[in-house]
């Protein structure tokens, strides 16, 4: 009979990264609780200091138990303002301590999830982990700190007379419901207009990235109408909130005014009959306002929870979403061949595979040309050959490993990769050739001679030092693709895949392209290019066909272009390569 494995019981709780983190953090937290009580026993001083003045000092008209009942409260207090100062450092640290835990994995996931679902609104998890942070360590958990500690002041009330105590129990008890109410009537508006501000913010952001678009074509109007209908209903739902909880704050507000009232109209109630002093009644009244305050704060941190809140699930899901990686021992270099096994790749936001169970092998220092129609998988193939789209089914091999053994940091050096919508990054030209790393000038100029753009730089105003701005916008197109190309070679990578790399350049831009891959064939480089247009197949040893996800040939460059490209469209350099259905294949 076959073992099954046991099941977690229901009631055994999965530890998250963040309660993980948060663990690590306790110490600070617990430091703050503790020195919160101190402080709130201190808060005694003041209302102490008045009851012994009331009723020792104006009675006895003694100047030295003045002296010295004040020279304790200041000292008292100074203790108190060190205590605070105190506190306030070990929560500044600990929300170093807790961003210090989060902050790679969570930068790290927001990049992963921008792989998979790049219309998610994935930036915002940098915004939730401050939100989460600020909330952790700043006043927020002050008040949640110091409420726990009003029923001590509640309980002096009591000591000092029972119907005093009752007046502030009952006063605590209405404003904790006025906070309950409040929490319960806006939840679910912030949560919504929460939501919707993201997706709003994540409209903004992608039509920014189409600005030129957007002016040339007159666009802009109809993209601003479609942004304030969701603006206005983020607004909308900010307003509603707002008015509900202005409504609890103003009760609260002119509640505890009554209530100061009523303590006091009660102290002299039982004044007037002698059953308390004047300076009890004075007491009374400092106590119940040290023991509402922390509560009536708490009803205006109800926002700032709710809001912290929201981005602990958000980060909670991004985590478990985008599970860290696995400590894996380190592979060797590897020698560039590449075996693809029954892929299927599902491209992200989509349900229908780009490619459907692909089979492919690339010997070391192959170089392979794709063709094939419009939306055939040639650039599905090229981000499944990086790893950029993992495959649902089947595995892609590089030396006989599977490539989601290796970990990204240790297998992007080994490749190189020039997608067909080139992205250059805000730095220098030499920053960008060399990925951002440490700068090696050698190997900087290297990879731009391979890349036939040695020349083209120098002629930059700062040559490799020239700062390109956002997106490369201070270069051409032609000059972005040729930059990205030496990035793609540097440190000569065992695979370069080009998707399209001569789309933006101009003859001698294809003639320097031809001249690197010749370079890295003789290298002993594996080449994956794609391409529409037949002048670099002439660079290529083989050709691969794609149709609909699949494989349609796959063989010498010659015999494959025989058979799959007019040779009118051949004889052209310029127009695209046609391929054409060949029956029973």
Not at 246 to 268: C, H, N, Y
Not at 449 to 462: F, I, N, S, T, Y
Request: charged residues 20%; aromatic residues 6%.
């Amino acid at each position: 009979m076959a073992l099954v494995p046991k099941a977690k019981p229901q009631s055994q709780k999965v530890v998250t990264e963040l309660q993980e983190a948060l663990k690590k953090a306790r110490g600070g937290f617990v430091s703050t609780m503790a020195f919160s009580f101190f402080i709130n026993l201190l808060l005694f001083v003041s209302p102490l200091y008045m009851l012994q003045v009331y009723d020792r000092v104006l009675t006895s008209r003694s100047n030295s138990t003045l002296v010295v009942l004040t020279l304790a409260a200041v000292g008292a207090l100074i203790v108190l303002g060190l205590i605070e100062a105190v506190r306030s450092r070990i929560l500044v640290r600990t929300g170093a301590l807790i961003d210090t835990e989060l902050n790679t994995r969570v930068f790290s996931s927001v990049f992963q999830q921008a792989v998979r679902r790049p219309a998610a609104g994935y930036t915002q998890a940098l915004r939730d982990l401050d939100t989460l942070r600020e909330f952790l360590t700043g006043s927020g958990l002050i008040v949640f700190c110091d409420a726990p500690w009003a029923p001590l002041f509640i309980a002096l009330g009591f000591v000092l007379h029972p119907l005093l105590g009752l007046v502030s129990l009952f006063g605590a008890i209405v404003v904790f419901a006025l906070a309950i109410v409040n929490n319960l009537g806006t939840r679910g508006l912030l949560k919504d207009a929460g939501t919707v501000s993201m997706h709003a913010n994540n409209y903004v952001s992608s039509s920014l990235r189409n600005a030129e678009v957007l002016e040339a074509m007159g666009m802009m109007s109809n993209i601003q109408r479609r942004w304030s209908e969701r603006h206005d209903a983020v607004i909308g739902l900010q307003a509603k909130a707002s008015d509900r909880a202005s409504a609890v704050m103003a009760a609260s507000k002119s509640f505890r005014m009554g209530l100061q009232v009523a303590i006091l109209g009660t102290g002299a109630y039982l004044a007037i009959h002698s059953e308390i002093s004047p300076g009890t009644m004075i007491a009374a009244s400092i106590i119940m306002g040290r023991a509402l305050q922390p509560v009536e704060m708490a009803v205006g941190q109800w926002k700032g929870l709710v809001a912290a809140r929201g981005a602990y699930e958000r980060l909670t899901d991004l985590l478990a979403n985008n599970a860290a990686g696995k400590d894996t021992m380190t592979l060797p270099r590897p020698e560039g061949r590449v075996s693809l096994q029954q892929v299927v790749i599902v491209p992200p936001g989509s349900s229908v595979p780009a490619l459907r169970g692909v089979t492919l092998d690339i010997a070391p220092g192959e170089v392979l040309g794709v063709i094939g129609p419009s939306a055939a998988g040639k650039s599905t193939l090229a981000r499944a050959l990086v790893g950029v789209w993992p495959p649902v089914q089947g595995i892609v091999r590089l030396d006989g490993n599977d490539l989601r053994h290796w970990k990204s940091e240790e297998i992007g050096p080994h490749l190189g990769y020039l997608p067909q919508d080139v992205e250059l990054f805000d730095g220098s030209v030499a920053e960008n050739i060399a990925r951002f790393g440490d700068i090696d000038p050698d190997k900087v100029i290297a990879a731009a001679r391979k890349a036939g753009v040695h020349d083209m730089v120098q002629k930059l105003p700062e040559g490799y030092d020239t700062k390109i701005g956002v997106g490369g916008q201070a270069l051409s197109g032609g000059q972005r693709q040729r930059i990205a190309l030496a990035r793609a070679v540097y440190n000569d990578p065992v695979l370069v895949v080009l998707d399209e790399p001569n789309a933006s350049l101009d003859a001698d831009g294809e003639a320097a392209l031809m001249v690197a891959i010749d370079g890295m064939r003789a290298a002993g480089q594996t080449v994956v290019v794609i391409t529409h247009k037949p002048t670099l197949l002439n660079a290529v040893d083989t050709v691969l066909v794609l149709k609909g996800g699949l494989v349609e040939m796959k063989g010498p460059r010659a015999d494959v272009l025989s058979k799959f490209a007019r040779p009118r469209a051949v004889a052209s350099q310029d127009a695209p390569v046609q391929i054409t259905a060949t029956p029973g294949i």
